[in-house]
């Protein structure tokens, strides 16, 4: 692939020098490094002359800005500012220039092609060797868009983990007082009824159904804060998924809603680490989304890759495409009395099992929850 090589076109005018013959002449960057070399870096290198004129450049420059004639103009066609109002690249490539420092602007915000990558730009001049004349300068472009996000996820997951922990200790000193509370609640409750005191009685109804929901949340929390699995035995998948199932049956005949379920035959046992839970919670989900009745289709079936395809089709409410990941963040929740645990719970467990969670709406309504589980090798 071939250099991208300015050639001395006629069209730009700004004057000319000896330093812009020099830069051609030497051959900077370019020359020194080698062709071939500065072709195959995955960085923008581009040599400009004293006047901004861009003398070279490698084709990953290309890709990365809008080069035209002349440095300056190009950098500022897709970004005027980083980040510092009445920025001017003119300004700042001419003062690298006649200073010879270097200067870096980093995470620059730069638009291409309807698209704004994240670039790190680096400015240097160049000089002629003996009489340290300069020469004119090159850029240096780095696209650092993917590692800035990786490094957001990781602060983002560093950050989750942290109160995670957080949250497995308040919920575990919460967990004696709690119970402590609702015990002598039930006990004033009896004595209450006995003396048939209602407003007390109702008064006491209250603090238990605050109080309950209480015990339900930091039940939750201790459940996604678990690091060890219950059970590791081995199992089939389907009798996870009917103990789940059979958990919630009453609730499902109670609102009308029928639960299918289709099998494969050829999937092999399962280590149980905690797939009741995640089964269970996406029942559960299910339902609640079908409060006027429906369908709950849960089929299984082995991919060709050796993973165990487990799908929950409800005909339900489905969700708004916009809170697709939302919903796995902890504490997501739309509904009234939600803790936003249970989806974040379930990716939490498949994970732990080297798996993942996906959910999508279905065509004609309702959601699909599809997990897929790597089969391991049971040796
Ligand atoms: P919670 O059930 O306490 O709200 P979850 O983490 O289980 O917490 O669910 C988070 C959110 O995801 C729910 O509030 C709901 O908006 C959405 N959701 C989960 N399952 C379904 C489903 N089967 N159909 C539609 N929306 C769902």
Request: proline residues 0%; glycine residues 8%; without cysteine.
């Given at each position: 692939m071939p250099v991208h090589r300015k050639q001395r076109s006629k069209k730009p005018t700004r004057s000319g020098d000896r330093a812009k013959t020099d830069i051609r002449n030497d051959h900077l960057i370019f020359g020194l490094l080698g062709e071939s070399i500065v072709q195959s870096l995955p960085i923008g290198v581009i040599a400009f002359d004293s006047d901004l004129k861009i003398i070279e450049a490698n084709s990953q420059a290309s890709k990365l800005i809008k080069l035209g004639d002349f440095i300056d103009e190009s950098l500022a066609k897709?970004?005027?500012s980083p980040g510092v109002p009445g920025f001017d690249w003119t300004k700042q490539l001419k003062s690298i220039m006649s200073t010879g420092k270097t200067r870096e602007f980093d995470s620059v915000h730069y638009k291409l092609n309807g698209k704004t990558k994240l670039l790190q730009i680096l400015c240097t001049s160049l000089k002629?060797?003996?009489?340290?004349?300069?020469?004119g300068g090159a850029v240096i472009i780095e696209d650092i868009t993917e590692k800035v996000d990786i490094q957001r996820q990781l602060a983002n997951a560093e950050r989750l983990a942290t109160v995670g922990k957080l949250a497995s200790k308040v919920a575990h000193e919460l967990n004696n007082p709690m119970d402590g509370i609702l015990r002598y609640i039930n006990l004033t409750m009896r004595i209450i009824e006995q003396k048939k005191l209602e407003k007390p009685k109702e008064y006491l109804t209250q603090c238990r159904q605050g109080l309950m929901r209480m015990v339900h949340i930091v039940s939750e929390l201790l459940e996604f804060s678990r690091?060890?699995?219950t059970s590791l035995e081995y199992v089939e998948l389907e009798q996870i998924i009917e103990d789940a199932v059979r958990t919630m049956d009453p609730r499902a005949g109670a609102c009308n809603i029928r639960i299918l379920r289709n099998y494969s035959r050829n999937i092999p046992q399962i280590r149980n680490g905690n797939l009741f839970q995640v089964f269970f919670n996406l029942i559960k989900n299910a339902l609640e989304a079908m409060p006027a009745g429906g369908q709950l289709s849960i089929s299984t079936r082995l991919a060709a890759d050796n993973t165990a395809v487990v799908e929950f089709r409800d005909t339900g409410t489905g969700f708004p495409k916009e809170y697709a990941d939302a919903i796995f963040e902890p504490f997501f929740t739309t509904k009234d009395k939600g803790t936003g645990l249970g989806l974040a719970i379930c990716k939490d467990i498949t994970e732990r099992c080297q798996g993942r969670i996906t959910a999508e709406n279905a065509h004609g309504g309702g959601s699909i929850f599809t997990v897929h589980l790597p089969m391991a090798d049971r040796t």
């Open positions: 897709g970004t005027d002629k060797a003996k009489t340290a004349r300069s020469l690091r060890t699995y």
